[in-house]
């Protein structure tokens, strides 16, 4: 029987420690570190590292200090980034289109309708000129209809792309 192997000693941890090293163990940027480290919530480095003990000893300070607002702000991260691509995917689907894009449209629509209503100003009063009331109005109600009709169509399309 073999004597059993014995444990080797845990490895020794670097006396300093740069911003991503320091990130990494922590799921941070390096980026992220400087800006701890800026706002006072790390000890002072030397030529951009820390102290490894010192530094984590901080980080897990900063930790506890400002978990739960971290949490909160992961959350209005997440939900925001989730508002984002429920957007895009429905954009992709064509169940939603760009605000320009419905603007245009609508805009297409009015002028359309006003344009009518110009023309109808124009061209009215010599048609009209000389009918019966009663002709006058079938006239008039069958110009409105086609209107109406047209001016539908044009705003239904506002919704697809």
Do not use: C, Y
């Amino acid at each position: 029987m073999r004597p059993p192997k014995a444990k080797s000693p845990p490895k020794k941890l670097e006396a300093l420690i740069d911003a991503e090293d320091l990130g990494k163990l922590f799921s941070l940027t390096g980026r992220r570190i400087q800006q701890l480290a800026k706002s006072g919530d790390l000890p002072r480095s030397v030529n951009g590292r820390w102290e490894t003990v010192a530094a984590i000893m901080a980080m897990g300070k900063w930790f506890q200090r400002d978990g739960e607002e971290m949490k909160r702000e992961k959350l209005l991260k997440l939900a925001a980034e989730r508002r984002i691509k429920e957007r895009e995917d429905r954009e992709g689907d064509g169940k939603l289109m760009p605000t320009a894009t419905a603007h245009a449209q609508a805009g297409e629509a009015a002028g359309h309708f006003m344009n009518e209503l110009e023309k109808w100003s124009r061209e009215m009063p010599p048609t009209l000129a000389g009918l019966s009331a009663v002709e006058i109005s079938k006239l008039m109600n069958a110009r409105q209809e086609q209107l109406r009709k047209t001016l539908t169509e044009k705003l239904n399309n506002i919704a697809k792309p």
